[in-house]
């Protein structure tokens, strides 16, 4: 890995200055798209005032419909925001999900050449043991005895 580097180099450097930038973004656009419900909200009850001309009540109609539409259109992207997230959350448990598949593997392989080491020292000892044993009943006075 980057044992060693620069502090700040490298590629979880990256990944990290990439995931603020994104961070900064979605609370810029969290801000804009709260402030735009808000004021387009104040703005209709504003206008939602009954008033006695008929041209006066078509105009505020279609300021309402305005200020309604881009209510709308601010809770869409906060919509959408939320799904962006959703599935950022997804892809970086997945991620997270894969670092842990690869240590568990590493953490695996170790054990295995650890088992494979032991498995070989037990074969060398038995093979000496049984070695020391067959020599032990070919030279036994008992081996000598039973041939006769």
């Known amino acids: 890995m980057n044992k060693g580097a620069g502090v700040g180099t490298g590629p979880t450097a990256a990944a990290a200055a990439a995931a603020a ?5 979605m609370m810029q656009r969290v801000e804009t798209d709260i402030a ?35 209510m709308v259109q601010a809770a869409d992207s906060l919509l959408k925001l939320v799904s962006e997230l959703k599935q950022t959350a997804i892809f970086s448990g997945f991620a997270s999900l894969n670092d842990h598949v690869e240590q568990r593997t590493v953490e695996f392989n170790q054990q295995a050449e650890k088992t494979d080491r032991m498995l070989g020292r037990i074969g060398e000892e038995a093979a ?21």
């Open 36 to 70: 735009n419900i808000v004021d387009n909200f104040t703005q209709l009850v504003n206008v939602a005032r009954v008033n006695d001309p008929p041209v006066r009540n078509s105009q505020e109609a279609f300021m309402m419909e305005m200020r309604a539409a881009r």
């Open 21 to 25: 930038q994104k961070q900064k973004t």
């Open 128 to 148: 000496a043991s049984l070695k020391e044993l067959e020599s032990h009943y070919y030279s036994s006075a008992q081996r000598t005895a039973d041939t006769s």
